[in-house]
């Protein structure tokens, strides 16, 4: 016998779709609001640089005017990665669109590499090719216009990590912890973003000033390439992440140890012989366990621990809103491979 139908706390539409949690449309407004918080903020920057980096002919400062076109498209592929993985579960996708979210996230990462870390490494190239000297009065406009941009983006940042700090306390993780484990691809990426514009906004400033102070345009053709190394290692992380989630991430492991125990301790289950998860979304995810019950309970007290256990998953774990429970008779071998789950399991830090 098995148990197979999705279960959750909330009753389905009439259609048959269930609403997303209340607590991801929540952190969804949230995110929503960091994001445009960063794309406004890099509209204007993106603006002032070109203007900037025209009048002064500095390529660290063009190289960083690059950067933040890059940054102002990808907040818009974010944007739509929010509004397009609330959509409901249909029959062409039962589970979901949550994994929306890793595609943008990925053509995010992919829009760094192309706009950003390209179009730095070609001026940094151009500024150590060139021997011409150039005027250094329209310098003082391009410093002028990376400390504004500091700021501005170090205001993005802080928005950004304000976030994060409260999931952390939310969460109890330690804000570290939160930062690298956050299962929001939007956030993560508006943190790789921000913290990647602030180091380039340094890098481009060390750059124009060693300049300045030695008059050889090779300094800014090093911070060029410095920022567009910067933005390459941003790219990879972020489209190494989204490759993983797209793939078939499992949930983290403390969340499969604690779902094995929960399931050990029912007095109905006698062993559990396998246990798989996938994260299907950040508030999304799908557990299918093979369970070998106790004796002495005929079908329909089966299947009503089936629906308890299944229930009391989802209201312990919400984010697992796909629940599958395979009863079935373990046997020598089945029992063996419980033997290992609970060892991989706990072996598992």
Known sequence: MTGTERLTDTPPDPAGHRPASSG????????????????????????????????????????????????????????????????????????????????????????????????????????????????????????????????????????????????????GRPFRTQIRETDDPALRTVIGEDGAAVTGVLLALAGIVAHLVTGNTAWEGAASLGIALLLIYVAYRLGREARDQLVGQAMTPAVQREVHTFLCEQPEIDAVTDLLTMRLGPDSGLLAARVDLAGGSDSEEVEESAVRIKRDIVRHWPELDHVFLDITDAGPAGRRRARLLDEDLNGVQ
């Open 24 to 171: 991801g449309d929540e952190r969804d407004g949230e995110t929503r609001g960091t994001v445009y918080v960063a794309l406004a903020a890099n509209l204007v920057i993106a603006a002032a640089k070109v203007v900037g980096g025209v009048i002064s002919g500095s390529s660290a400062l063009l190289s960083e005017a690059a950067h933040s076109v890059a940054d102002s498209l990808n907040e818009v592929f974010l944007l739509a990665s929010l509004r397009r993985s609330r959509k409901h579960p249909d029959s062409t996708h039962p589970f979901g669109y949550g994994k929306e979210r890793y595609f943008w996230s990925l053509l995010a990462a992919v829009g760094i590499f192309v706009m950003g870390g390209c179009f730095s490494v070609y001026q940094g190239v151009q500024a150590l090719r060139s021997t011409a000297s150039e005027p250094s009065g329209g310098y003082l406009v391009a410093v002028l216009v990376l400390v504004a941009a500091g700021l501005m983006e170090g205001t993005s940042l802080a928005r950004a990590l304000w976030q994060v700090r409260g999931e952390s306390l939310a969460s």
